[in-house]
């Protein structure tokens, strides 16, 4: 039981979570600049899935009393809000219930990113996003300094735990459906399948991947790396291997592959949320040294020091 | 004072019950707020100490409720079957209240958005395939100008484009969807001056992929023949 305490109730370092809101942040706002054109046409009664739509819907609710594409300004407006880290637990819940609404309005143009924006925001609505470098702690800063001890302002892990087992869930889930789904990630001929796609590649020399030597290397690079995430991530020496091999291996995807950059982008930007604040606040102290909680934690409570026995400490990661 | 702290505690406790969470009280004139708090924190720091108390186990079981659902909307195939046998071997009113826990958490499930079944890059296609959507009108079939099927730039292909590939897969799997894509284009594509359009044509055109060991023995993916079926072609409602 002091164990469960230990890894969900802790506080949590704001600076990982801070970096995850920036990328986040910054994706939720380009997604939503890029579905400018085709707002209407996607989401209305009108448009090309209004036969696929449920009520589970603002959009549904309001129709002819807001129009659809207010709501297009608000979501603008909300993750501008939320990744400058302004009234970012408002902006965060608003971002939810427009993301909820538009993948309940048009079941038929959801990509993955839409799943991981919702189910992300979806946590994030219970913490605060905005204790570190955003709006808000500038502002509360201002107005009572917050000090090297202060981890008493952290917020509490467990949304934060939730959003990191739910996501390691994704790779335990996908990766044996998958295996189990096309020989191809068995036989190491997945990566040149997706390489030669006309849907799914922006890859110009396709030729590269003739013969399968690097299509193999590549596929079972993906497989260990998928494999292996949800177990080395949660111990200090593997932990940033780990999340290095996930990072290249999504950016790979987000460079080689067209129509899935903001869904593997989302991934990568998730990441975050697994660095220890300790690792990254070297690097902040240089750009900025307001606004920013300073760590009070030395030991870091996941599984490895549980085993060790370790006394419960502020999370810092 | 200890009894009026003793009541204050007891309406705290009552209230949180009642409500659910913490109720502001009107805290007695004769109750001064430092000398509650200094006993212990009652009137209005009552209800939250009864909040502090009940907190962590609220939170730990909406942690595995929420873990739970994710687990339970993605239970594997073999999994589904047991649990499915199962239920048959129950008596009607048991394996009743088994599915309807059961729907009780897909209904969760639905509502929070943790009902996604998570699959990445599961299944990959053996042959390169794209639609070509045509309208029929009285001056004969025109190509539509549609994202997929008309010269974009990089921007619009990069930025603009990026759900039209998984449209265009629900499409291919989909007929009442392309029934109703189809009428949708009717109602965008039938601008005045310009001759009615009578039908949507759905063009299917596929071509087989080659194997890598193939690939590098002919310096293509591709097979040469390229294939061509109409799937649909859906009359514009009047």
Known sequence: MKYWKRFFFSPFDPLPLAMFRLSLGWLILVCYLCLAPNWNAYYSDHGVGGAYSDTWSIFYYTEGIIPLSLFWWIGLAASIGFTLGYQTRACTIILYIIEVSMIHSNRMIVNGEDFTFRMLLFYSCFTDLGKALSLDAWVKAKKKPITSSDSSAWPAAWPIRLMQINFVLIYVISLPNKMVDDVAWLNGDAIYLSIVSNMWSRWPWPGLFYGGVLSKIITYTTVIGEGTFPILVWFDKTKIYSIALLASLHLGIAIMLQNVTFFTLSMVATLWIFIPGKMLRPWMDKVSSKGVAEPAAKEIPGPENIQRGAKAKPVAH | ?238
């Open chain 2, 1 to 238: 004072m200890q009894q009026i702290i003793q009541q204050i505690k007891c309406e705290g406790i009552k209230d949180s019950l009642i409500y659910g969470f913490p109720h502001q009280r009107t805290q007695p004139a004769t109750a001064k707020r430092n000398d509650l708090d200094k006993n212990g924190a009652f009137g209005s720091n009552a209800h939250p100490m009864f909040w502090a108390k009940i907190k962590p186990a609220v939170i730990s079981a909406f942690i595995v409720l929420n873990l739970g659902t994710v687990l339970f909307m993605n239970r594997p195939g073999p999994v589904v079957q047991v649990t499915d046998d199962f239920l048959d071997k129950l008596s009607p009113l048991a394996a009743y209240r088994f599915s309807y826990a059961g729907w009780l958490i897909a209904e969760y499930a639905h509502k929070s958005g943790l009902d996604n079944r998570w699959q990445m890059f599961g299944r990959q296609s053996r042959f390169n395939w794209w639609f070509l959507i045509k309208a029929k009108t009285d001056a004969g079939t025109i190509d539509l100008p549609l994202p997929l099927q008309s010269p974009r730039t990089f921007w619009q292909r990069t930025f603009f484009d990026y759900k039209e590939a998984k449209f265009h897969l629900n499409l291919y799997a989909n007929q009442p969807l392309r029934e109703a894509y189809a009428a949708y284009l009717c109602r965008q594509y039938s601008l005045p001056g310009h001759p009615p359009i009578r039908s949507i044509i759905f063009e299917l055109h596929y071509q087989n992929l080659l194997s890598p060991a193939d690939a590098a023995k002919y310096g293509r993916h591709t097979e040469l023949e390229s294939y061509t079926q109409v799937w649909d072609e859906f009359p514009s409602s009047p």
